[in-house]
Each structure stands twice: as C-alpha cells, then as structure tokens.
C-alpha cells in the first residue's frame, strides 16, 4: 500500500502525451548514440506503463476500498492491460463467486450480473429544484467494452456509474445521450391507435403499477427497497460496493442500502428519506414504478405526493420491541400513513414486518403486530382480504425477492416472499378512455427547444404532436417527446409517469401541481369548491374560516374552510345537521373551501383519482380526507386578455 503513496495523483496521461517531444528533443540537442537512445526510450515506456499500472489501481481502489488485497488488484490491472472498469468487474464478479461477499447474504444474488441497470432516482419535488427521470443506461461501445454510463437528464449532480444495458431491452436512447429528449415520427393517428391493444403489447404484456414505500421514519423502508434492487440486479456490484465504502467511512456503514435510494447529501447526512426517490424494477408478471416516500412528520406533504400517484403500498413496520410501538401508538407515522394511502385511494397494501432479525424471528411478536395492525387496517377501510403480511429483514435480505431459508422463520411461516406479493398485486383498471389528465410533480430546462415536465397521467393517453392546456395557467402548447422510464415513446397512457418535452409555452407558467388536459375537454380549476370531508384524528374543532393545507395530486395549497354546510350520518350520507357551528373528531361533514391561488380539479363522481383530497391543519399535522362535490367558483386568472377571454366564454 504505502509503496504506492508517493506517485498518487500524478497525471501519467499528461507525460505519455509529453513522450514524443521529449525523444525528438534529447536526439536533436545532445546527439546521444542510438544505443543509449533506446535505453532511455524503454526506461521511458517503463515508467509511462508503470504509470498507467498504478493509476488504474487508484481507480480500482477508490471503487473497493482497501477491502481487497494489492496483489489481487494487480493481477487483475495486469489480466486486463490497465483497463480499471474491465478489471473492477472481473474482481467484483471474483469476489461475488469466491469468500468476499457484501455485508448481507449472499445466497440469492441475481443472475443477471449482466444486466446492471443502475436505478435512477426521480425525485418527485415539492421544492422543484432536483428532477431525474429516469435511469442511468449504459452505453455498450462496438466491441462489447462498456463505457461509463451518460446521465441523461438534469441532474448534473448525480454522478453515473458505469452499467450494462439489459439485453432483452435495449434502450431507444442511449446513443447520443447529449441530444434533448428524442421525438420520433408519430407512426399512427391518435384516431388510429387501439390504445388497449397498444398497452397489451408494451412491456411484453406486462401493466405498469405503481407501488409506494410507506411507514414511520426508521422503519427500514430505505434499507429495504434498496436492498430488494441491489438483489434484483437493478443496482451493479460496483456501485453498491461504493456505497458500502462511503458510509463506512461516513460512520454510517448500516445504510448503505438505503443509499440507493436517499440519493442527497443531506438525506444521507440525516440518514432520512426527504424526497419521493422514484425507480423502476420488475417481477414476473409486471413493471413496477417504486416511489419511496419519507417517513417524517416534517415531510408529509412530500409523502402525500408520492402516496397520491400510488395505485398499491407496502407498509414497513419496525418488528423492534418498542420500535413497532413507538411508530404505531405514540404519535407515529404508522397510522397516518396508512390513513393518508387508504384515502389517497389504495386498496391493496403488503406489510413488511421488517427488522425481524431483531426478535429472533418469534411467531408471536409477528403475530402481535399482525393482530394490532390489523384491526387498525379494517378501521382505515381496508378489506382484510387485500392486505398481506411477510416477516422481512431489510438489512440482511431475508424474505425480499427469494423465500427464507432461516429455520427460526421457516419452522411457521411458508408464505410468499416481498416480491411475490408484489407480483401477486392485482393491477387497477385505468381511465385510458377518459379525456386526458397529468399532474405535473416537475418543470425543468433540458437541452433543446422546450421544456420537459413529469408527472402522472391520470386519464386518457397522449401521443407526440398532440396540443395540451396547461390548467393554470389555461394555455396551450405541443407535446414534441414522451419519455417513459427513459425510453422515447410515441405514445403514453394512464397509470404511466412520463416526461414531457413541450414547446410552444414559457417555462415561467408551469408550476408543480397544474393539470395539463385535453384541451377540447379541459379540467376547470376554481378557488371555492364544495366537498364532503372525513374528519379524522382532530385536536382542535373546525370553525368558519379554519385555515388548512389542501394537499391534492402534486400540489400543497394553503386554504380556507369557507363556510360549514352540514353534517352527514356517517353510512347513509343522511343530513344530520345544517349549518353546524363547528366540525369534530370522526364527523363527515359538506363543507366549501376557498383556496389562495386556483387549483385544477374535477369532482369525484367524474375522475375518482382527480376528486379526491387531503386536507391538514396547519398547526397540527392531523390530516382529513375530503372529495370534491361540487367546483363553486372558477375564475379568469391569467395575466393576458386572450385567456381571460376565454375563460370567460368557457364559464
Ligand atoms: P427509513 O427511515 O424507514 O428509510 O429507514 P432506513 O432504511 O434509513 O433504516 C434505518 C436504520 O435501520 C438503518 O440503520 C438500517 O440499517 C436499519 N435497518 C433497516 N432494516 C433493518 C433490518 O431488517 N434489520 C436490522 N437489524 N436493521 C435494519
């Protein structure tokens, strides 16, 4: 090791570029006999090798650590001329097969060593500030070498691992990874395209669901995913190698799982999920969009998001005496979370008993938290027939892609592991006939003309050249590229979140949370609308002019209870009361609600996924479930008359 010390950091590349003026100047100047001349032309070619010798093993060692010993690393710099990426996975695929094994078990490690797909991380903003769709694809030069992969996307910050492209899949877009998002001619008419037909034969038959992490902060939820990934193959042996190697030396050696998915330095430092971290994987029968939503009080909002374009959760409970009850009982996000989901809309929900190695395994803890759990579950109004428990460990893969081998475990449970039960999700049926909708949850700059907005599309489908209104700002533009998963596309559908490459409109107008519609079937957006709300856990009475955070779709808008219409029974919607002078604990009440700036909505009779909401106190985060009733008041609010005027002829 220490041999190495003094040549560190040395550029080699720049004295092998130096070589030739170096030669043709000692010839000139001080005639040197031949003899001697090609002494120093080996010396030079020695040292210039030995050179590229050492730099290579700085790289490898910068990706291993000091975990793997010098000579091994030679070796292998040697076998593959000082090629550190084909060295780095000769070794990594040595140490997977040989005693090496990374800090979790290694029994079931994938297959597919060759299809390293590193997970890209969307992140789903609230703040707006960071976005990337997508994933790091690997770009494969002629002779099979892999290059390093190219970032495509925004998010410079990000730095990318090389990877292999999947095979079976190869990637429309890889091949100039600095060119703005690709539009290809659309082939079809949107009148000719059997929208159905189309999404039977995408993915290879396989629908697209989209899965939400949830549950209280510590939980294991980061550890978990990023673990089942890692085991899946979606993340390579070398990045995960370098997460290891980075949080051991940041003395958080335990979350290097959790690290595929807390992408941030300041998620990392804290050791806490912030934003919604978006990524992809696949089981056998379905692509799966996995959001991992923070467990902190302090990012509800940012949960709500993620929870809102979710169409299935899996809820991670820390099975830990004391822990399970702290997230549970004590003002914990358990419940809120399994609260916020179940109204958000989702109906089948997998329980990871997760940190099992904590209790030895024990029936009875698992069965403790089942029973508690799950008279809590049916409460939130999830049928007992839709929610699945699976004891796991998160840190050492146990019961996530392949069944448990731990006797302690295997002697009473024989149920499905965490992917199965994920496969085994029933897919939800999809608005695809209905007008088009898609909440923007980012806006961003790419290269190019236009910008590029995500989000989820709720109804309908769109196709490349289509015009869509932007609800608000009510302004049009055209849609130049669809990308999905960071595959150009021609068209989208409902349940798919995709980028949007637009032209025609200036970025200034878009913001998180606006709608972008069909434009001969817009969605209205409004300032006053009534709605029936659920009250859930409520500390303080709701009065005529309470002030709250209307959470809907991608969107946090400050609003107020305008006025208190009637309370409800419960079961049969019956009026008990009109005017009531305030609202309590487990009422469902109608009542109007004015907002600050216009939000784009549509009743919950039409578009369920586009009628419902969250609303929250502002003073405390106690959350209720409302749909909106009734649209009241939708006003002109664009700046130029040219809409104004059309908003008006619209009203
Ligand atoms: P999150 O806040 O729910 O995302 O939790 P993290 O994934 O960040 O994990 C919090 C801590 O719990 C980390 O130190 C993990 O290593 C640890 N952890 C996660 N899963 C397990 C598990 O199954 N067993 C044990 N013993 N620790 C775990």
């Given at each position: 090791?220490?041999?190495?010390?003094?040549?560190?950091?040395?550029?080699?590349?720049?004295?092998?570029?130096?070589?030739?003026?170096?030669?043709?100047?000692?010839?000139?100047?001080?005639?040197?006999?031949?003899?001697?001349?090609?002494?120093?032309?080996?010396f030079l070619f020695v040292c210039v090798w030995t050179g590229r010798l050492y730099s290579c093993l700085d790289q490898m060692r910068a990706v291993?650590?000091?975990?793997?010993?010098?000579?091994?690393?030679?070796?292998?710099?040697?076998?593959?001329?000082?090629?550190?990426?084909?060295?780095?996975?000769?070794?990594?695929?040595?140490?997977?097969?040989?005693?090496?094994?990374?800090?979790?078990?290694?029994?079931?490690?994938?297959?597919?060593?060759?299809?390293?797909?590193?997970?890209?991380?969307?992140?789903?903003?609230?703040?707006?500030?960071?976005?990337?769709?997508?994933?790091?694809?690997?770009?494969?030069?002629?002779?099979?070498?892999?290059?390093?992969?190219?970032?495509?996307?925004p998010s410079p910050e990000v730095t990318a691992a090389p990877t292999t492209e999947t095979p079976s899949k190869p990637s429309a877009v890889n091949e100039d990874s600095t060119a703005p998002t690709p539009t290809r001619p659309t082939g079809k008419s949107k009148q000719q395209l059997n929208i159905h037909a189309e999404l039977e034969k995408r993915q290879g038959g396989k629908p697209l669901l989209n899965l939400v992490v949830i549950g209280h902060v510590d939980a294991g939820k980061s550890t978990l995913m990023g673990h089942l990934l890692y085991l899946l193959g979606n993340v390579n042996k070398r990045t995960m190698h370098k997460y290891e190697q980075e949080s051991k030396k940041a003395g958080k050696a335990s979350f290097a799982y959790a690290w595929v998915l807390d992408e941030t330095g300041e998620e990392r430092n804290r050791g806490v999920t912030m934003d919604v971290g978006m990524t992809k994987f696949e089981t056998d029968s379905k692509v799966i969009t996995l959001m991992d939503a923070p467990g902190h009080k302090d990012f509800i909002p940012n949960m709500i998001t993620g929870a809102a374009q979710a169409d299935v959760a899996v809820l991670v409970v820390d099975a830990s005496r004391g822990e399970f009850e702290a997230g549970f009982e004590a003002g914990g996000q358990t419940r809120e979370h399994g609260l916020l989901v179940r109204s958000l809309g989702v109906t089948q929900l997998a329980v990871a008993v997760n940190k099992m190695d904590q209790v030895n395994w024990q029936q009875e803890r698992f069965q403790e938290i089942v029973s508690k759990l799950g008279h809590f579950l049916k409460q939130a109004?999830?049928?007992?027939?839709?929610?699945?428990?699976?004891?796991?460990?998160?840190?050492?893969?146990?019961?996530?892609?392949?069944?448990?081998?731990?006797?302690?475990?295997?002697?009473?449970?024989?149920?499905?592991?965490?992917?199965?039960?994920?496969?085994?999700?029933?897919?939800?049926?999809?608005?695809?006939?209905?007008?088009?909708?898609?909440?923007?949850?980012?806006?961003?700059?790419?290269?190019?003309?236009?910008?590029?907005?995500?989000?989820?599309?709720?109804?309908?489908?769109i196709q490349t050249g289509d015009k869509v209104l932007a609800m608000p700002p009510n302004e049009t533009c055209t849609v130049k590229g669809i990308t999905l998963h960071d595959e150009a596309l021609d068209w989208a559908a409902a349940g798919d979140h995709v980028s949007l490459t637009v032209t025609g409109m200036d970025i200034i107008k878009i913001n998180v949370g606006c709608i972008f519609c069909d434009p001969k079937e817009p969605i209205r957006a409004c300032t006053r609308f009534r709605a029936r709300i659920l009250l859930f856990n409520i500390e303080v009475p709701i009065t005529q002019g309470f002030p709250v955070l209307l959470h809907y779709q991608t969107v946090s808008e400050p609003a107020t209870i305008r006025k208190l219409v009637s309370v409800l029974h419960k079961s049969s919607g019956e009026v008990l009361k009109k005017k009531p002078k305030c609202l309590s604990k487990g009422q469902n009440a109608v009542v109007e609600i004015q907002t600050q700036r216009p939000v784009a909505l549509e009743l919950y009779k039409d578009y369920k996924e586009l009628g419902r909401f969250i609303i929250s106190s502002l003073l405390h985060l106690c959350c209720h479930f409302g749909k909106c009733l009734l649209v009241l008041s939708w006003k002109p609010f664009s700046t130029t008359e040219h809409t104004k005027k059309k908003c008006e002829k619209k009203n």
């Open positions: 090791m220490s041999r190495h010390r003094n040549v560190r950091g040395y550029n080699y590349d720049e004295d092998f570029e130096d070589d030739d003026m170096y030669g043709q100047s000692v010839e000139d100047d001080y005639c040197i006999s031949p003899f001697i001349y090609s002494l120093v032309l080996i291993l650590g000091d975990s793997i010993p010098d000579s091994t690393l030679t070796q292998a710099a040697l076998k593959y001329d000082c090629d550190p990426h084909r060295a780095l996975d000769f070794i990594l695929t040595e140490e997977n097969t040989n005693a090496h094994t990374p800090p979790a078990r290694t029994n079931s490690q994938p297959d597919r060593v060759e299809a390293e797909v590193v997970p890209k991380v969307a992140r789903m903003t609230v703040s707006g500030k960071k976005q990337t769709m997508g994933f790091d694809v690997r770009s494969v030069e002629e002779n099979g070498i892999v290059a390093p992969s190219v970032r495509r996307g109004g999830f049928k007992d027939s839709d929610v699945f428990y699976i004891p796991t460990s998160g840190l050492s893969g146990e019961n996530l892609t392949t069944r448990s081998e731990v006797a302690d475990l295997t002697a009473w449970y024989t149920g499905p592991c965490l992917l199965e039960q994920i496969d085994a999700f029933k897919p939800p049926q999809r608005s695809v006939e209905k007008p088009f909708r898609l909440c923007v949850s980012d806006v961003f700059k790419d290269q190019g003309s236009g910008f590029c907005v995500t989000g989820k599309i709720e109804a309908g489908f």
